[in-house]
């Protein structure tokens, strides 16, 4: 991705958001290896159809350094949707399971 691509994230399950939280930091180029840690992120815990936890992580960068969240808290998401937020600079996705619940899909 660079600052020419569209920051626009999708939903990835079909779910219910459990919870938001936002933490403030800097604005590094999001190449970096600290940027994971140090920059603006906003972090949603999504349940899946399954009973999933998926941990959706968003990262502010260099240039796209608003976290727009456009999502509320036991809103009902559908698998796509671009309702989670906008201009960000990094997502990632995190799926936490259980052994008898589902296995990893990646």
Same mark, same amino acid.
């Given at each position: 991705?660079?600052?020419?691509? #569209?920051?626009?994230?999708?939903?990835? #399950?079909?779910?219910? &958001? +459990?919870?938001?939280?936002?933490?403030?930091?800097?604005?590094?180029?999001? /190449?970096?290896? @600290?940027?994971? +840690?140090?920059?603006?992120?906003?972090?949603?815990?999504?349940?899946?159809?399954?009973?999933?936890?998926?941990?959706?992580?968003?990262?502010?960068?260099? %240039?796209?350094?608003?976290?727009? #969240? +456009?999502?509320?808290?036991? !809103?009902?998401? /559908? !698998?796509? +949707?671009?309702? %989670?937020?906008?201009? &960000?600079?990094?997502?990632?996705? &995190?799926?936490?399971?259980?052994?008898? @619940?589902?296995?990893? #899909?990646?």
């Amino acid at each position: 991705m660079n600052v020419f691509d #569209c920051h626009v994230n999708r939903t990835p #399950c079909k779910g219910k &958001i +459990e919870e938001i939280l936002y933490k403030p930091g800097k604005f590094l180029n999001a /190449s970096f290896d @600290k940027a994971s +840690e140090d920059n603006e992120r906003n972090y949603y815990k999504i349940k899946d159809v399954n009973g999933n936890d998926i941990i959706v992580v968003q990262i502010a960068g260099l %240039i796209a350094r608003r976290i727009v #969240c +456009e999502s509320n808290k036991n !809103q009902e998401l /559908s !698998q796509g +949707e671009k309702n %989670i937020t906008r201009t &960000i600079n990094e997502i990632k996705v &995190i799926r936490f399971f259980e052994a008898h @619940k589902a296995t990893p #899909c990646f």
